[in-house]
């Protein structure tokens, strides 16, 4: 069992950062993709950033250069660091982690509860 709690939203102005740190509890083996996603009203979740167990990252075209994922694996932690915020990043960010099973293969899937981000004046 993976429980995921997500930190650091909130409300801030156009031009200012924000981060967002997902703290994982339980055992995990082993990754597919850990990372972060977002849901807004009337839309389908979308990955913002995730890391994927080989190393590679990927993203959607909106973030780059603007926002950088990271993680802490003593500490089962991963994080999204959010500079220059725009209005349209306005949503409702989860964590989200892909877990590998006693096989090798991808296993369960967890999702925080969700942690809300607003940028606007």
């Known amino acids: 069992q993976v429980q995921l709690v997500e930190s650091g939203g909130g409300s801030v102005q156009p031009g200012e950062s924000l981060r967002l740190t997902c703290a994982a509890s339980?055992?995990?083996?082993?990754?597919?993709?850990m990372g972060w996603y977002r849901q807004a009203p009337g839309k389908e979740r979308e990955v913002v950033e995730r890391i994927h167990g080989v190393g590679s990252t990927d993203y959607v075209d909106s973030v780059k250069g603007r926002f950088t994922i990271s993680k802490n694996n003593a500490k089962n932690t991963w994080y999204l660091q959010m500079k220059n915020g725009k209005q349209e990043d306005t949503d409702v960010y989860y964590c989200n982690v892909a877990v590998g099973d006693i096989s090798g293969n991808q296993g369960e899937v967890y999702w925080g509860r969700g942690t809300p981000v607003t940028v606007a004046s």
């Open positions: 339980g055992s995990i083996f082993s990754v597919w993709t």
